[in-house]
């Protein structure tokens, strides 16, 4: 008997069997493709679209793949999806090297109250793969509309178009004749005939055309009482105009369709229909619809609200507001405007509550929240009149306006205080009553710019240090989440050498690490040699490319090179939101 070879493989099944463990090899060698997940949901939010992610997995990563997806109805229908579509089937593509393939989806946001609705997608067979488990994913788009936002309360005088009960077209005598006030409290020009513009549907609101100038007088003898008193003890005042259809001047006028204009005859806020508007107010809203603009008072600071938007403005109180034109020095320029709300309040209106007003029209006309799928950014700005923007357009030349215009954040998404001064009492007030504001709204730490130098010299260096630095450490006693992002001194302004000199020591005094404890962020502005070198700023009481000719103030160049130069507060500041 010959010897048995036991390293011989033996032929124990026949063919077809041979076959099929073959094929069933080869199977098993295919890739598995799965979801990642059987479920997946997103909140559609109030307008614009939002993408959600659909993720398939394979178990190899060799090769390039191509797996069909089925699309699966649900409840949700064609208005739901991105450019009023259903997304239908999709193909999952995966490239050499990845073991993962995606799709997006995208969701419409809209600001009505509805269920929760659903889609789906289902995987389907092939010949270069197995299905693996979930080979089916539900897709969930969440209702976050809860109906009309409620306005505030202490509402003293709301006036509606609709109470004048007029058809479409009709012409409008005083458009405040039937607010419950005496013609003479608001309107400058009682004569002109304004027009009734009727709503178009349930979506919609009444409005009054203006063919000329109306003024809501805010302090004027004739004002109703309530209009009187801004800044009194019992916590200020608040109006907020809702208007829209922002025209273009006609034959013979120029100008804009709103400003608010303060007690001294400084333009707080003007609304253009154009971007050549002083401030450029409204020219980089979410969309062309509806606005809210206004002012609310405490005491000797004005909050200009646009948009659900707040900035913080120290100065005179608010003068009036005017709609269809505005005065300046006696010169009449005109615009006009649809007008379809005027809201009067007892108190100065928080920054929550700002923003409600806001919502509350944008949710009556179904109008897409302003960037509101995007996270609210705000950022508070400490230092003198350089910060606040003096002689680069107030409010709206300073670094708060133009970082957020720059960060592409939109009217109604973002909120800064401009605090002027190392005033101490003014800083603690207004981190009281609004800080805890904002953080309540984003959830996240305020970003806080500082610096100063012009005010404080005169001091030895010491305590012009030590004064910065006590605004740092209180700063942070009062809101320990705060992020602080400090800057060191421009010229001060002065041909003094010693005060120079002092400059050059205090911005050596931070450049020291160890002098920076609770500084986020350290932002040396006089290395720039455009504005941070002795010297630069005039002494001969004119302009030059960075100084105004009051030897102190950047100008518009100046201002751009603090916001964007390489030594400027945008991208720290952009870090840090």
């Known amino acids: 008997m010959a010897d048995f070879d036991f390293n011989r493989p033996i032929n124990v099944v026949g063919p077809a069997l041979a076959s099929a463990l073959a094929m069933a090899q080869a199977d098993l060698a295919k890739p598995i493709v799965y979801f990642t997940s059987a479920t997946i949901s997103a909140a559609e939010g109030n307008g614009g679209t939002k993408i959600l992610t659909l993720t398939v997995r394979r178990s190899t990563l060799a090769g390039t793949l191509n797996v069909p997806a089925a699309y699966v109805p649900g409840t949700a229908g064609a208005a739901d999806f991105a450019n009023n579509t259903l997304p239908g089937d999709k193909v999952f593509a995966f490239v050499d090297g990845s073991d993962t393939a ?12 509805e269920d929760a609705e659903t889609f789906g997608y289902r995987l389907q067979s092939g010949s270069g793969y197995r299905l693996g488990t979930p080979s089916s994913v539900t897709g969930t788009i969440l209702n976050d509309d809860t109906g009309i936002t409620p306005l505030p309360s202490g509402i003293v005088a709301h006036w509606d178009p609709a109470s004048l009960g007029l058809a479409n077209g009709a012409t409008v005598e005083s458009w405040t004749d039937k607010a419950g006030q005496a013609q003479t409290a608001y309107t400058s020009d009682s004569t002109t005939k304004h027009t009734f513009v009727a709503a178009t549907g349930a979506n ?8 000329g100038q109306a003024v809501l007088r805010t302090v004027d003898a004739s004002s109703p009482a309530v209009l009187n008193s801004w800044g009194d003890a019992t916590g200020g005042r608040s109006i907020i105009v809702v208007a829209r259809n922002f025209q273009g001047p006609g034959a013979g006028m120029a100008g804009a369709a709103i400003a608010a204009v303060g007690d001294d005859g400084t333009a707080i806020l003007m609304a253009s229909q154009t971007n050549t508007g002083t401030f450029q107010t409204l020219t980089d809203c979410a969309d062309a619809g509806m606005r809210t603009v206004g002012f609310t008072q ?25 709609i269809g034109g505005w005065r300046d020095r006696g010169t009449q320029l005109v615009g006009r405007a649809d007008i379809l709300a005027v809201l009067v309040f007892d108190h100065a209106l928080s920054i929550a509550e700002n923003m409600a007003v806001h919502r509350h029209f944008c949710d009556r006309l179904k109008q897409a929240y302003p960037g509101a799928d995007n996270p609210r950014a705000f950022y508070l700005a400490l230092g003198d009149s350089i910060t606040h923007g003096e002689a680069a357009g107030g409010a709206f030349g300073g670094h708060p306006y133009k970082i957020a215009k720059a960060l592409g954040r939109p009217w109604g998404t973002w909120a800064n205080l401009a605090i002027t001064g190392y005033d101490w009492p003014t800083i603690e007030r207004v981190q009281a009553e609004l800080v805890g504001d904002i953080r309540g709204l984003t959830g996240r730490p305020v970003v806080t710019q500082m610096f100063e130098f012009a005010n404080m010299k005169g001091n030895p260096l010491s305590s012009i240090t030590a004064g910065a630095r006590a605004v740092i450490d209180k700063l942070l006693a009062l809101d320990p989440q705060m992020k602080i992002v400090f800057g060191t001194s421009t010229d001060d302004g002065t041909a003094s050498a010693a005060e120079k000199a002092k400059r050059v020591d205090y911005n050596a005094y931070w450049d020291n690490p160890a002098n920076r404890t609770g500084i986020a962020s350290y932002v040396p502005i006089h290395l720039d040699p455009n504005i941070g070198v002795d010297g630069c700023a005039p002494t001969n009481r004119q302009e030059n490319a960075y100084f105004s000719a009051d030897n102190l103030h950047p100008n518009g160049g100046g201002q751009d090179v603090l916001d964007a130069g390489t030594y400027g507060f945008r991208s720290p500041i952009s870090a840090l939101l």
């Open 102 to 113: 995606t799709i997006d989806i995208g969701i419409s946001g809209d600001t009505d109250v």
């Open 204 to 211: 919609d609101l009444p409005a009054v055309r203006t063919s």
């Open 298 to 322: 405490r005491g000797n600071a004005t909050y200009v609200n646009v948009q659900g938007t707040t900035l913080y403005r120290y100065g005179p109180a608010g003068g009036h507001i005017t």
